[in-house]
């Protein structure tokens, strides 16, 4: 049954509707319990989310048109190079919205010629690799920033726990050791220098 030459219902929905839901799936893992639980940053929830969705049904759309490999990956290239122009997007960002982008393409163009055992293979692989990878101890690094110091009671040796805590509270950051450069106690004030991991990335 046809309305303006237009079918009502083909049997491409039910493909629409599961391959959606697996993407979905996958969007769920990679975004809110990858990217957010380390991240915290709530904006790129509502880009990354809608940019997978988006992306997944205009390319299920367009392969309904028989669109050839070179066509899907210039889409990619055109998706993969969205930059804001506010702000530019970090690397670690930028990196979560090219996994997103790849997925959603990868989900809404699989034909006969893969199984839906080696598509959901290939989102677990993606998944897996997203996860070690942001997990790794080898992609973090200690870093050092050396910093005034008012408190000089807590400058002692005997007090070098409580010196840790406060400055954790001061500048936010998990400070793994402190070293004493000098003291100058007529200000009174210390030069010292701190030492805290970061991501590989900052």
Same mark, same amino acid.
């Given at each position: 049954m046809e309305f303006l030459d237009i079918p009502l219902f083909d049997d491409d929905f039910f493909k629409m509707i599961f391959r959606f839901s697996l993407n979905l799936v996958f969007l769920i893992l990679i975004i809110r319990y990858l990217y957010y639980k380390k991240s915290k940053k709530?904006?790129?929830?509502?880009?990354?989310?809608? /940019? *997978? #969705?988006?992306?997944?049904?205009?390319?299920?759309?367009? &392969?309904?048109?028989?669109?050839?490999?070179?066509? =899907?990956?210039?889409?990619?290239?055109?998706?993969?190079?969205?930059?804001?122009?506010?702000?530019?997007?970090?690397?670690?960002?930028?990196?979560?919205?090219?996994?997103? /982008? *790849? #997925?959603?393409?990868?989900?809404?163009?699989?034909?006969? &010629?893969?199984?839906?055992?080696?598509?959901?293979? =290939?989102?677990?692989?993606?998944?897996?690799?997203?996860?070690?990878?942001?997990?790794?101890?080898?992609l973090k690094h200690e870093v050092s920033k050396k910093i005034t110091y008012d408190n000089m009671e807590l400058v002692k040796k005997q007090n070098e726990k409580l010196l840790l805590e406060d400055l954790e509270q001061r500048t936010g950051l998990k400070i793994n050791r402190v070293k004493v450069n000098s003291l100058d106690y007529f200000k009174p004030s210390a030069n010292l220098t701190i030492y805290y991991i970061v991501d590989a990335e900052n």
């Open positions: 709530v904006a790129y929830l509502f880009t990354y989310f809608l /940019i *997978g #969705i988006i992306v997944f049904f205009i390319c299920f759309t367009l &392969k309904k048109f028989e669109i050839d490999l070179g066509m =899907a990956l210039g889409l990619f290239a055109i998706f993969g190079i969205i930059r804001y122009r506010t702000d530019p997007i970090p690397i670690r960002e930028m990196t979560y919205l090219f996994v997103v /982008i *790849g #997925i959603s393409i990868m989900n809404a163009l699989v034909n006969k &010629k893969m199984s839906y055992v080696e598509i959901l293979s =290939a989102n677990t692989i993606i998944f897996i690799a997203t996860y070690i990878l942001e997990n790794i101890n080898a």
